[in-house]
């Protein structure tokens, strides 16, 4: 691979990590202010947090595979997988602001107009977990994959040297 596409996968897992923090940020300070939606951005947090370990995990294998030709057709998936991310998240992340902007943090309560936009959000809500939860399961199949490939790898490699072991032996 080489080191301009690993350059824009590396800024690209990196800017989906920057958002999915800003929006863990923005969910924490929700939380406080709307208590009823609590399950709602209690899903939402895991769902992101979950993404971010699992775009972690993928870099990881990438830049170890770096070593090697790393397969073209893992980078495209790479590249769709967070922008496929980056898309859902950036969403998710607009909505927040528009919410955490909505109540000061020096607020004593929250306003009738402020609590009437949330009930009238949870739908939206809901939709954000949907698709963050399509995310993750995007993610994990690129997981399992690539630890497949890994799994497949060892057991190739172990038969070959065994194989190789024989002829020597011979």
């Known amino acids: 691979?080489?080191?301009?596409?690993?350059?824009?996968?590396?800024?690209?897992?990196?800017?989906?990590?920057?958002?999915?923090?800003?929006?863990?940020?923005?969910?924490?300070?929700?939380?406080?202010?709307?208590?009823?939606?609590?399950?709602?951005?209690?899903?939402?947090?895991?769902q992101l947090t979950t993404i971010r370990a699992a775009i972690t995990h993928l870099e990881d294998w990438r830049r170890v595979r770096l070593r090697e030709p790393?397969?073209?057709e893992y980078n495209r998936s790479l590249d769709v997988a967070l922008d496929g991310c980056l898309t859902v998240v950036e969403a998710l992340s607009e909505?927040?602001?528009?919410?955490t902007q909505g109540a000061s943090p020096n607020e004593a309560g929250i306003g009738f107009r402020a609590r009437?936009?949330?009930?009238w959000r949870e739908d939206v809500m809901r939709g954000h977990q949907d698709r963050l939860h399509s995310q993750v399961i995007a993610?994990?199949?690129?997981?399992?994959?690539?630890?497949?490939?890994?799994?497949?790898?060892?057991?190739?490699?172990?038969?070959?040297?065994?194989?190789?072991?024989?002829?020597?032996?011979?």
Do not use: W
Request: with cysteine; net charge positive.
């Open 139 to 170: 993610l994990q199949l690129l997981v399992q994959a690539c630890q497949m490939f890994i799994y497949s790898a060892s057991r190739l490699r172990s038969k070959l040297n065994s194989c190789a072991g024989l002829k020597t032996d011979i």
């Open 116 to 119: 009437l936009r949330v009930v």
């Open 1 to 46: 691979m080489d080191p301009l596409s690993a350059f824009g996968l590396i800024s690209g897992a990196f800017q989906v990590g920057q958002v999915i923090a800003e929006t863990l940020h923005g969910l924490a300070s929700l939380r406080g202010k709307y208590q009823h939606a609590d399950l709602t951005i209690g899903t939402l947090e895991h």
């Open 70 to 72: 790393s397969p073209a």
């Open 95 to 99: 909505e927040i602001l528009v919410l």
